[in-house]
Nanobody, 124 residues
Framework: QGQLVESGGGSVQEGESLKLSCEAS????????MAWFRRGPKNEREFVAG????????DYADTVKGRFTISRDNDKKTLWLEMVKLMPEDTGVYYC?????????????????WGQGTQVTVSS
């Protein structure tokens, strides 16, 4: 089925920006929703942002609304997460995931393909 590969993570100071990328080699990318999750101190994957198959519908966690922007290009089979005004609370491993549905949902169970993650560290 291919794979998802995240990149773009790094260590930044509070208030700075990062842009994450997820390159997909799956055959189903253009048909389904995609999302970004993160694993922070809670040690559970937390929904961050999701986008429908065609990029029309987007969802964001309340904690990132106004600061993060999710986008996709189905021709390039790439998903992005633009993050600005980063805060220490944003620290964690960020994963891209492909859904079994056409529109995003916050529950992890709706995603059956996952990348290995990319580390984002935000220092005070």
């Amino acid at each position: 089925q291919g794979q998802l590969v995240e990149s773009g993570g790094g260590s930044v100071q509070e208030g700075e920006s990062l842009k994450l990328s997820c390159e997909a080699s799956t055959t189903t990318f253009r048909s389904f929703a995609m999302a970004w999750f993160r694993r922070g101190p809670k040690n559970e994957r937390e929904f961050v942002a999701g986008i429908s198959w065609n990029g029309v519908m987007v969802d964001y966690a309340d904690t990132v609304k106004g600061r993060f922007t999710i986008s996709r290009d189905n021709d390039k089979k790439t998903l992005w997460l633009e993050m600005v005004k980063l805060m220490p609370e944003d620290t964690g491993v960020y994963y891209c995931a492909e859904s079994t549905l056409a529109v995003p949902h916050v529950e992890e169970r709706h995603y059956d393909q996952w990348g290995q993650g990319t580390q984002v560290t935000v220092s005070s």
